[in-house]
C-alpha cells in the first residue's frame, strides 16, 4: 500500500457529531476519520465538502505539483520532530499557496505546520506499519484540511480515528512549542511559517 505522489482528495464533513467524516482520494483509497465528539459542546457543527489538491513534494515524477498544492505531505520521515518541523515551516514558506505541510519523522509521529504558523504533533495507536506510513499520513493531512477550510476549530480536535485500506487507528494530536508537546488548544510556537529553514536543517 502505498501513497500516489498526487493525489485530488474529496473530504465530506458531517453535520454535527453523528458519523465520521469520509475522505477519499484519486488513488482510490476510501478512508473514514472520526475526530470523536467536540470538546467544545457544538453538536451543530455543520455539514462540509473540500476538495484540493494533496501532493508529496518528494515524489519525483509529481513533484513539480508542489507549487499548485493545497496540502503538501512528505513521504520520505525526517529523523525526528525538530528536523520534522524545521522541515514542515520550510515547505510553507516556499510554497505560500499551501494550508498545511505534514512530515512524518523516524519515532513514528507526523508533524504538522499550518500556514498560521502553529505547529502540532500526530502520534498514532497501534504504531503504523511502514507500508501504511503515506497513506495515512495523506489522509490526516486532508482530513485536517477539510476541517479548517470548513471553519471548525483545532480546539475541538484531541484524537482522530483514522478506518480504511485494512488499517484502524488512533492519532492522538497535540501542540509542539519551545517546551515540547502539549494538549490542545495550543497556540502558535515560536517558528512562523515565513521562517525559510533548509529542508535538512
Excluded: K
Excluded at 66 to 73: G, N, P, S
Excluded at 145 to 167: C, D, I, K
Amino acid at each position: 500500500m502505498t501513497a500516489a505522489g498526487r493525489a485530488l482528495a474529496l473530504v465530506r464533513l458531517t453535520a454535527g457529531d453523528l458519523r465520521p467524516a469520509t475522505v477519499e482520494l484519486t488513488a482510490g483509497d476510501h478512508w473514514s476519520a472520526d475526530p470523536g465528539p467536540g470538546r467544545t459542546g457544538r453538536p451543530d457543527r455543520p455539514a462540509g465538502v473540500d476538495v484540493h489538491w494533496s501532493v508529496d513534494p518528494d515524489a519525483r515524477r509529481d513533484g513539480r505539483w508542489a507549487e499548485t498544492a493545497d496540502v503538501l505531505r512528505c513521504g520520505r520521515p525526517a529523523p525526528g520532530p525538530a528536523a520534522a518541523a524545521r522541515r514542515a515551516r520550510w515547505l510553507l514558506a516556499r510554497h505560500p499557496g499551501c494550508l498545511l505541510a505534514s512530515v512524518p519523522d523516524a519515532t513514528g509521529c507526523w508533524v504538522i505546520g499550518l500556514r498560521d504558523g502553529r505547529l502540532l504533533t500526530a502520534s498514532p495507536r497501534p504504531p503504523v506499519p511502514a507500508g501504511a506510513v503515506g497513506p495515512v499520513g495523506a489522509v490526516l493531512a486532508s482530513f485536517l484540511h477539510g476541517w479548517l477550510t470548513a471553519g471548525r476549530a483545532l480546539e475541538e480536535l484531541g484524537a482522530v480515528r483514522l478506518s480504511g485500506a485494512g488499517t484502524s487507528l488512533r492519532l492522538r494530536l497535540r501542540a509542539l512549542a519551545a517546551g515540547g508537546p502539549g494538549p490542545l488548544p495550543w497556540a502558535a510556537g515560536p517558528g512562523r511559517a515565513g521562517d525559510a529553514v533548509p529542508p535538512g536543517g
